[in-house]
């Protein structure tokens, strides 16, 4: 159960929705939020955020703002954790705007007129679905980063997002369409932006402008830091891959470099399969993860001679596969 609180329940529906989903921010919550207050609009737009249950101050300070700006705010404040994605989901669907744009908790905007030039861009360029932007990185001592070095416009396609993700989450602001809205069985996947722009680049291309307009932290407990390094959680996390890149190459099979991109993934996720499950000593798991690895790679005619040659050990020359292990990892310390 979610609590909801919707202070902007006008009759009309704004132009453009902020959504954040946050958990256990209270460090950064209040610079976020305020960040968006600063916008400076000709238009109307609304605060989205899926407070996902904190064991800090967070949902406090969220209240506090929103009871200042009655009129912006739609709060979903949920009775239990629901995980990332679950959170995701839901505030995604609750967005009414005509244009989303991205700020998740821990990260905030710098340009106060990023929202008008972005949907600008938008309503004069009604081929394109995502708008996104340069942005800081910020470590937590302060010292910050420019992400890209593309100084001039860009305009890329779907083509190019399946080679890889070059959209900084508080960077984009998308035209919402059906293909929005996710299917369900992506709530298990490990990161939601990624999938949520493939499916909106199906609408339009994608446009980059080289404004920097935000900041994206990197801390002890941001979503990518704290992906632990210990062997169990790695393997969670990479049959949550292998899981993704299955359902993506299934619901992109009319493309082929999102076929080519997708299978590539599966075969990342099951050759780590196959090595993580070996130091764990699970034998018999790992031959299985070669065996499919080898298969994938025959079915799509993307066979890596040196992973070929490596699951062959794997399966019949286990105690030298195993060996290979351990040099290779003796001589990365």
């Known amino acids: 159960m979610s609590t909801k609180i919707d202070f902007a329940s006008e009759p009309n529906k704004p132009m453009l929705s902020v959504m954040m989903i946050t958990y256990n921010h209270e460090k950064y919550i209040g610079q976020a939020i305020k960040s968006i207050l600063q916008q400076t609009t000709d238009f109307e737009f609304e605060i989205v955020i899926g407070e996902d249950c904190s064991t800090d101050k967070t949902r406090s300070i969220i209240c506090e703002?929103?009871?200042?700006?009655?009129?912006?705010?739609?709060?979903?404040?949920?009775?239990?954790?629901?995980g990332m994605m679950q959170n995701f989901f839901t505030i995604i669907a609750a967005c009414r705007g005509k244009y989303v744009a991205i700020c998740e908790g821990d990260d905030y905007w710098i340009d106060n007129g990023k929202l008008q030039k972005q949907v600008n861009f938008l309503e004069q360029n009604p081929d394109v679905s995502i708008c996104c932007h340069n942005v800081f990185t910020e470590e937590e001592d302060g010292n910050r980063a420019v992400l890209w070095?593309?100084?001039?416009?860009?305009?890329?396609s779907l083509y190019d997002l399946a080679?890889?993700?070059?959209?900084?989450?508080?960077?984009?602001?998308?035209?919402?369409?059906?293909?929005?809205?996710?299917?369900?069985?992506?709530?298990?996947?490990?990161?939601?932006?990624?999938?949520?722009?493939?499916?909106?680049?199906?609408a339009g291309d994608i446009c980059y402008m080289p404004d920097i307009m935000a900041v994206y932290?990197?801390?002890?407990?941001?979503?990518?830091?704290?992906?632990?390094?210990?062997?169990?959680?790695?393997?969670?996390?990479?049959t949550k891959y292998l899981h993704t890149n299955q359902m993506l190459l299934e619901d992109f099979s009319d493309i082929r470099i999102c076929r080519i991109s997708f299978s590539k993934g599966t075969s990342e996720s099951l050759n780590q399969l196959r090595i993580l499950s070996a130091k764990k000593g699970r034998i018999k798991e790992s031959k299985q993860f070669a065996r499919k690895l080898i298969h994938h790679m025959m079915s799509f005619g993307l066979v890596n001679?040196?992973?070929?040659?490596?699951?062959?050990?794997?399966?019949?020359?286990?105690?030298r596969f195993e060996r290979n292990i351990y040099l290779h990892e003796k001589g990365s310390e």
């Open 305 to 319: 001679a040196r992973v070929l040659i490596s699951c062959v050990q794997n399966l019949y020359f286990f105690k």
């Open 65 to 82: 703002i929103a009871l200042e700006y009655p009129d912006k705010f739609k709060l979903m404040l949920h009775d239990k954790n629901l």
């Open 217 to 238: 932290r990197i801390h002890s407990g941001g979503v990518w830091t704290t992906r632990k390094s210990d062997i169990d959680k790695q393997i969670n996390l990479y």
């Open 163 to 202: 080679k890889g993700n070059f959209i900084s989450t508080p960077s984009v602001v998308f035209r919402r369409t059906p293909f929005s809205i996710l299917p369900e069985k992506y709530l298990q996947a490990p990161l939601g932006d990624f999938i949520l722009h493939l499916f909106n680049a199906r």
């Open 149 to 156: 070095e593309w100084k001039e416009m860009q305009r890329f």
